[in-house]
Structures are given as C-alpha cells and as structure tokens.
C-alpha cells in the first residue's frame, strides 16, 4: 500500500464502487471466507502480535491487554466476522415510497457513503470489526490503528485483503494507513473529497483530538457523562440495582453512569442503603453539601469540575436535588448528551424526563448500559454517536448508509 | 440584540429549550398570527426595505430584484407562513419502535436538532421562510443575511419576535446578526457548542466559502451539474422536451440541466431536432468532436473544464458517447452529485443507471427539475443537500430534526 494518503484516497473511491454494485449473497460468503482465513493464518497473526508486544514494557497493563492477541481471541475475532455476514444488508432498503403531484414514482433507497475513515488506538480487533462493518455495508474502508498495533494490523488486513482479491475484488476496499506518524494523522484528518466520513473510536482524548482538527465530516462518538435520578416515588431496590449496574458492571465504558442525583425527600432512605451496596465495588464517593451530611466521613466533597467529568472509573458523584425539574436542568446543564435514566413510579414525571432531557438516550427504569447496538437489537455497533446530525445514539449498519432518491417517470417535465 | 456572537448563542440555546416544549397547536397558530402581522405591517416593511434599495445603482438589476419588496410579495411571503402552518409537524414522530431481547420498549422519536445557523445573500424573503420552518420545527434560529438586506431583515424579524412575545415566548428562537462584517460572520461558523448546524443558501460561490471556513457541522447544499443521459433506445421527442424543460424552464437554479450525453446511434438524428427546439432560448451550444461534426457552426468546442462548470445560464455542454457505461463513468466523474436522468426505452439501462450513478437524485424519463422539496411532496424546502451524511436532497421539515432513543423499562439491569 502506498504512503501517499490521497493515494490510498482514490484507491479506496475505486473500491467502493465496485462495492456498490455487490449482492449481499456475495458479501456474506465473502465475510465467511475471512473468518476462516483468520483461523487457518492464527499462527501468522500470533507472530506479528508478538513483534507489536515486544517493547511493551513501559505501557500499561490494561494498554498491553488489549493489544495482546491469544488464538482465543483470534477466534472471537473470526466469529465476529460470521455474525456481520448473518446481519440483514441495509443497502437497497427503501425507507420510503410514494408517487408525487406529477405521477412520478420517487423511492429513498439506501445506498453506500462511499469511503469510510476509522481512526483507533491499540486494539487490533477493531481492524477486522470495523473493516467487516464497512464491507458488510459496501463501504470501502481505510484504517489508521494505533502505531504500538501496527504489525498486527498489517497482518490482519493482508488477510482480510488475499481474500478479497481471491473473490475477484479490489482489495483496497480495506486499507491500513502504515505511516503511523502525526503528520500523516493530520493529511488524513483533511482527505476532503475522497473521505465520506471519518469516525475515531477510542478515548474521550482521541476523540477530542480527531473533532478539532478534522476537515472531512466526523462523527462524534462515545464521551458519557451519564446521570441516573432516583425520584422521590420510586422503588428503593431498582434504584440500588440500576445504580449499581450502571456504575460497577464496566465502569471505563462511555454508557456507565458517572452521576447520582437524589430526591431530598428519600435521600436519607436510599443513599445509605445504595452506599452500602455499593461498597463491595469500592467505589469512591464524592458529593455535595446534603450528601456529605448524610453519608459523613464515607464521602468526598464535589467540586464542580465533577459534575462535568466522565470517569470512566470506579467514582460517583452524587447530589441530592429539590425536584425532577431540577434534576433536568442539572442534567441537561451538564451532560454529554449521551445516555440519561429517571428512576421513577410516576408516569408525569416519567414523561416529563423523557421529554426534555437533551440525549442521544433518555430512559425510565432502566440501566444506562443499554445504549449499546448489540443490547438495542442492531447485530452490530459502529460506535455511539453523540452529535445529532446523521446519526445520533448507537450506530449499527444503517448509520453507515445515505439514501438517494430514484426516480421513475413517463416522460414528465416541470410546469 | 446583542452584537455579541457568543451572547447571541446563548440566548438561542435557552429559546430553543422552550420551543422544544411548544404543541404544534400553538406553533401553527403563532405561524398564522405572523403572517397576519406582516401584512398588517407592510407600509412599515416597505420603509425598511427602501432604506435597502438606496444606494443600490451599482448593484446588477437581478439582485436588486431579489432585493426588492412589493406590497403583493410580502403578502406572497405571508402566505408562506400560513402554507408552513398547515404543514404536518415532524417533532414526536416515532420512526421505528420496538421491544429488545431485555424487554426494554425502545422508539426512536423525531426531536429538534436545536439551534440552526442560516446564512443567505441579499433575499428578504429567506429571512421569513426559514425562520418559519425552523420555528415549525421547534429549532431556534440564528440568521446572518446578505448586509445589502439588513434593514428589511431587521424589520421583518422584529415583526415574527413581537408575535412570539405577544405569545408569551422567548423572542429569542428568530434572532439577527446585525454586525454583517466578515469577522462576525468568520466566528458565526466557529460558534461550537451552540450552533447545531449551519446551513448556507445562496451562490456557489458563498457555500463554498461557509463549507471551508466553518469548524460547526455544516450541511451543503445548491451545487448542480446535472445531465441528462439520451439512451439509443429512446423517445425523440420525450427526449427533446426533456432537455428543453431541464435547460430552459429556470436555467439560473441547481437542479436545471448542464450536460446532454447522447448514444452515437441516435446522435445524426436527434441532436439537429434537440438544437433546433433549444434555438427559441437562445442556448450557446458547446461540444466534443462529434457533436461539432454534427452541427458545425452552431456549435462551439467544449474544453475540459466545460465539463466541471455549472453555467446556471442558457448554456449546454454535449457529449457524444458509445454507451450507457460510458454515460455513467462521465458522469459520476464530472458530476456534482445532485440530480441526472437517463432517457430510455430499456428497462436494463434504466436500471444500471439509477443503480450505478452516485447523486441525490436519479431519473428515468423525467426532467432534472423536479429535485425540489414543493415537487417531491415536502411542502417546504430549506435547500437541497448535495452532501452524504445526514440529509441528501431535498431538505423539509424532517431534515431540520434529529432523533432521540426513548427507552422504558421495568428496572432491567444490564448482565
């Protein structure tokens, strides 16, 4: 592959158009083929793994993790690839139908964006994840991995890629940016009329990183400064389990919950009891000023700053609250616009939470780990888009589409 | 108004907070009040607007045109207003809904996108429109005009603000850039964190300018090279009355026709009957090799660039080609991606045309004009997105929205 982004641009554009005109019968044995050859070629992907954990020894333990591959996660990997061909194909659906004024049939139909750009970090299954994502969806697909995954990346893809040409296909349908420099990050990041759209997964940082800098479109994915508000009328038990699950079960995930708050009027009630459950987790408590009277030495108090950050750790933030309306304005002052749950018995202001908190999604008794495109019925996730243009909430197959109107007429012209 | 930009943000964000709020009731029924106030009010616009028209001797005739109000075109204007009333209200819909594996209730509801930047040349009338329908849909506006127009937007906003604080509103959903200097209008497209998007309408010329310089999500719009493709197995006449219709019946705006292609079988005989039905609108024809043999001194030589250009003038550049592949690859390399149609009796071409071409719109047998959201049944349009990501096409009242998860649950916690 050449160094030359533009290069690599015009080679994905002529991808993907061979792409757009694929059955999907095609694809899904396509995709199949792929997770075979990832099983039969584990051993070569095993030893290029090893030369990016080679030189690891200053990174952290959670970083070499996720960058280490066993012949397990080979295999999860290559199921993953089975599930994206069993998916239902999103192109040629027509949202819409109807014939207009003047007896023309007008169809939506969705078809491919074009080329997608991702940009991740050390996580070498987002590389098959994200290119089978992309196929799946007649996408052709340019990859710009972390540059401590990089052998392990080019492994992969030179495998996803002989299939690829094996079927007769274009293999830059899936690319792998090999100069990890910031330089090259940075020409990438402004591939204006070649890239589509450029989606970044990983940290809130790279996320940041990626918006700001960014000249093709981007979608914003991931931050989640996510709250639950216990209501006064609720029950005491879903509450504790709703809070405990949102916060403890993966804490460093965008859909776990960061904040607490609390009606006044069961805040002596529940916040001992949901402390106390939250205790075996050994979550650091910080709070106002009516939650350190209640909770005593067992909490830190809150600046400001926290009610403004994602953690992403085993810390809640907890503030006990007059009302649902204040618990709204709370919210929607300081969200990220992510995922939000009221705790509640009462159907008023159950709508009322569900109506005017601004959020990808806004949920009644419910964990805010749902917002996920496998939980949500999707087969798939992209990523969890916070921006509200295109795509807004978990982002499955569909969200890597457009639609064009198709049009058939008799001879029609305009009066 | 403050000139602050910053300050003007804000104060978008609070109104819009409130029209989020608003039943569509009362929204049609303010609508209907505005359209009343500005005819009452139109001695008072036409005052404005003479202020405008003062000074204007160097400016050309048909943007002082543009420019000018009569007492009939602002009752026109009005009517617009009460037309947008009547319009269905896209805010609540529910476009999918159902129940996930969990047994969480999952709908994916209609929502404002929340505050929409505008920025337009020198057209009173787009000050009204688009206000309107940002109201309709709940957005709040902010509107940066062309500075020749000031007086009359002015005028015209203080009118719709009276009407929403006569209501009981927050004026501020239609507010004014009264600074029209290019460094307010430079940091109006940096304006991150309160502009939702920003939508340029007006010339290339200012759309290209808004795409390059906005660090805001920008949706483009207006760029037309369109074509229409004449297959061998065709209608001669249907084929002639459509390229007049595409070129002649409005040849200034971006869905009129640019580029004829047509089959080498039927060019000897349909491109003398073409031209001549063209002669009565005086079209300047340039083309390729064979079209000039064809038509000799009628017919200047097309450069390459003729094939890039957008005319938007009584200007037509043709090509003859050898088959629909050809049509297609012209096309989808010159092309801006807006709206093309084929002409053609064969149901295979039809549809590796409407398959292969990329644009907004495809055609069989109907004139490029009809990408319009008055035409295509909308009732409204904003523009005509001729990008991927989130609205391509026609834009109406549905584009002006965003969507958010509504989730209720019984206190599913996630495993």
Redo the contacts between chains.
């Keep these: 592959m050449p160094s030359n982004i533009v290069e690599l641009g015009k080679q994905a554009q002529r991808a993907a ?1 061979q792409l ?2 694929l059955e999907t019968a095609q694809k899904n044995s396509i995709l199949k083929s792929m997770a075979q050859a990832l099983n039969e070629k584990s051993a070569e992907i095993l030893d290029a793994n090893q030369k990016d954990l080679e030189n690891t020894e200053k990174l952290a333990t959670n970083f070499v993790d996720r960058l280490t591959l066993t012949k397990e996660r080979i295999k999860a990997i290559a199921e993953g690839l089975n599930q994206v061909a069993q998916l239902p194909d999103p192109i040629g659906n027509v949202d819409k139908a ?1 014939v ?3 007896g ?1 049939s ?1 169809a939506k139909r969705r ?1 491919p ?2 080329v997608i750009g991702i940009i991740y970090e050390a996580r070498p299954n987002v590389t098959v994840d994200a290119a089978a994502l992309c196929f799946k969806s007649s996408n052709a697909v340019i990859l710009r991995g972390g540059k401590e995954a990089l052998h392990s990346n080019l492994k992969l893809a030179e495998i996803l890629r002989a299939v690829l040409k094996d079927n007769g296909l274009d293999a830059n349908a899936i690319q792998i940016i090999e100069d990890t420099s910031h330089e090259t990050a940075a020409r990438f990041m402004e591939l204006t009329g070649y890239l ?2 450029l989606i970044p997964r990983g940290s809130a940082r790279l996320i940041k990183a990626v918006v700001n800098k960014a000249k093709v ?1 981007v ?1 914003e994915t991931g931050a989640g400064n996510c709250h639950v508000y216990v209501d006064a009328d609720s ?1 005491k038990k ?1 509450a504790a ?2 809070v ?3 916060k403890c ?1 993966r804490p460093a995930v965008c859909n776990a919950m960061e904040k607490l708050l609390l009606h006044k009027d069961v805040a002596d009630e529940y916040l001992p009891y949901i402390a106390e459950k939250l205790k075996p987790y050994h979550v650091e408590l910080r709070g106002d000023k009516k939650a350190q009277q209640i909770l005593g030495a067992a909490i830190k108090p809150a600046t400001e700053e926290d009610w403004y950050t994602e953690y992403n750790d085993y810390i809640l933030a907890i503030k006990i609250v007059d009302s649902v309306d204040d618990a709204i304005e709370h919210i ?1 002052k300081y969200n990220t616009k992510h995922s939000e749950t009221i705790v509640t018995n009462n159907y008023q202001r ?1 709508e009322q939470f ?3 908190i ?10 805010t ?3 996920d495109g496998f ?3 999707f087969g798939a996730e992209i990523g969890i888009s916070t ?4 795509a ?2 978990p982002m499955g197959l569909e969200e890597l589409t ?13 009066k």
Excluded: C
């Design positions: 158009y757009g005109q109807w207009n004024a003047a023309l007008i078809v964006l074009g589509d759209v479109p979608i029950d879903m389990d709703i405990v699950n949102a079960q929607n159950s569900l109506d005017r601004d959020a990808a999604a806004v949920y009644v008794n419910a964990s780990r749902f917002t939980e949500y019925g921006q509200k243009l295109h807004r909430g457009t639609t064009k109107y198709v049009v058939r007429g008799q001879g029609q012209i305009r």
